[in-house]
């Protein structure tokens, strides 16, 4: 192997540790309530359905709005996103 080889190596096996740290740091301070504040939030979404249709355009039909809990951390954890991003992302897009 190359030294240029083994240098990128390194920096990946180092990438990954550092976001695997992170992501376990992210999850105790949720799950130990470090520093003190709500593990769960509610962020209203605005769902809506994409519907092609045979001529090639789409119909889109909206779905009244809904309260979808969340969790206050950087990385996903106990199955629901995080606040930061569905309150960036509150019109949410099935496709059928």
């Known amino acids: 192997m190359s030294k240029r080889a083994k240098i990128v ?3 990946l096996m180092i990438l990954v540790i550092l ?8 999850y105790l ?5 470090m520093p003190r504040r709500p593990q769960f939030g509610t962020v209203t ?34 199955g629901d996103p ?3 991003y569905l309150v960036r992302h509150k019109e949410q897009r099935i496709n059928l």
């Open 9 to 11: 190596a390194r920096l």
């Open 19 to 26: 976001v695997a740290a992170a992501y376990i740091a992210d």
């Open 29 to 33: 301070s949720l799950r130990w309530q």
């Open 45 to 78: 979404v605005q769902p809506y359905y994409a519907v092609p249709q045979k001529d090639g355009r789409t119909q889109y039909l909206l779905n009244p709005p809904q309260t979808e809990t969340c969790v206050h951390s950087l990385f996903p954890h106990f």
């Open 82 to 84: 995080p606040c930061w």
